[in-house]
């Protein structure tokens, strides 16, 4: 059956390190989202793609960077960790059609200490 | 800034009793859905409603929208000890694939 997977599914890295979250999908979806989830903001969308090749800016971008090199993996990278990054990071990815449903990986809690 | 703001924030019932929750959003959609998530786990899909669409019914779901008053309406019926879940509503807004989330409403159902 095709899924959604996040890697680590949990990680405590120290601050200042690069880290870097793993997510992978074999619906072959052209559209990949990253979201944070913290306690009394919901779902805050950090960057998205619709495609290989393109990577875009969400509402909380600035510490994160991602990249699509293929459709199936969208990487998200901490390039140095800070403590207010610590939050549970979902990937969900999306058919490119207007019924846009989203369909949502289990994901990773990271802690930065 | 988020778009939805779920209402209440938390809801406990009785099991077999009927759940309402509610979302408002501030701009002009194209849909708006809602989400369930179990605790610990990731979001799943529940239904869609177009912005052209007033009322839509899932098994035991049914969820309206009132785009003149920005808002919608998640009714869960003869709820189960297994409703118990966070739910979100979430939209999108025209020529987008992007969701803005709210806030959430934690539903608890009481066995």
């Known amino acids: 059956d095709a899924e959604i997977t996040q890697s680590p599914r949990h990680k405590i890295t120290e601050t200042g390190r690069q880290v870097t979250l793993a997510c992978h999908q074999t619906?072959?979806?052209?559209?990949m989202f990253w979201y944070r989830q913290d306690l009394g903001h919901g779902l805050r969308l950090i960057h998205y793609?619709?495609?290989?090749?393109?990577?875009n800016k969400g509402e909380v971008s600035d510490g994160y960077s991602v990249s699509r090199s293929n459709t199936e993996d969208l990487p998200l990278t901490l390039e140095s960790a800070a403590s207010s990054q610590t939050s549970v990071y979902f990937c969900?990815?999306?058919?490119?059609?207007?019924?846009?449903?989203?369909?949502f990986g289990p994901g990773t809690r990271l802690t930065v200490l | 800034s988020q778009q939805g703001e779920e209402d209440p924030q938390a809801l406990s019932i009785q099991e077999g009793e009927n759940a309402t929750m509610n979302c408002s959003y501030k701009t002009s959609i194209n849909n708006l859905q809602w989400y369930r998530q179990n605790s610990g786990r990731g979001l799943v899909h529940l239904i869609l409603?177009?912005?052209?669409?007033r009322e839509k019914h899932s098994g035991r779901l049914r969820v309206t929208l009132d785009t003149s008053k920005k808002s919608s309406s998640l009714l869960i019926t003869a709820s189960r000890a297994a409703d118990t879940a966070s739910y979100f509503c979430?939209?999108?807004?025209?020529?987008?694939?992007?969701?803005?989330f709210g806030k959430g409403t934690k539903l608890s159902v009481i066995p």
């Open positions: 793609s619709y495609g290989v090749q393109d990577t």
């Open positions: 619906w072959n979806h052209n559209n």
């Open positions: 409603i177009r912005s052209n669409e």
């Open positions: 979430a939209t999108t807004g025209a020529g987008s694939y992007q969701l803005t």
């Open positions: 969900a990815s999306s058919p490119g059609t207007r019924m846009n449903e989203q369909f």
